[in-house]
Nanobody, 113 residues
Framework: QVQLVESGGDVVQPGGSLSLSCAIS????????MAWYRQAPGKQREFVAQ???????NYADSVKGRFTISRDKGKNTVYLQMNNLKPGDTAVYYC???????WGQGTRVTVSS
């Protein structure tokens, strides 16, 4: 059974940084693309970033230049480094493995002064 567990969410001030992690079990992620999504209060879940099987990446325009997706194949973990955070980044962040249509439980990020 494939499981995704996110961690790293916190409360941070505008302009601050956070690093989210997504640990995957039940499969090896080396050959699969992975993605991060987020859902703000009262809004639909939206795409944030993705990393493809050969490690090319793609970002939503709203986070481009501020967020970086990466992965450690040895640790079977995907990361989302978030810099220069804004109040609009406040959301629950979810890890997604499209190959198995598998989602994590989410980790909450709050950007507030």
């Amino acid at each position: 059974q494939v499981q995704l567990v996110e961690s790293g969410g916190d409360v941070v001030q505008p302009g601050g940084s956070l690093s989210l992690s997504c640990a995957i079990s039940g499969t090896v992620i080396s050959n699969y693309g992975m993605a991060w999504y987020r859902q703000a209060p009262g809004k639909q879940r939206e795409f944030v970033a993705q990393i493809f099987a050969f490690d090319s990446t793609n970002y939503a325009d709203s986070v481009k230049g501020r967020f970086t997706i990466s992965r450690d194949k040895g640790k079977n973990t995907v990361y989302l480094q978030m810099n220069n955070l804004k109040p609009g980044d406040t959301a629950v962040y979810y890890c997604f493995l499209p190959r198995f249509d598998a989602w994590g439980q989410g980790t909450r990020v709050t950007v507030s002064s």
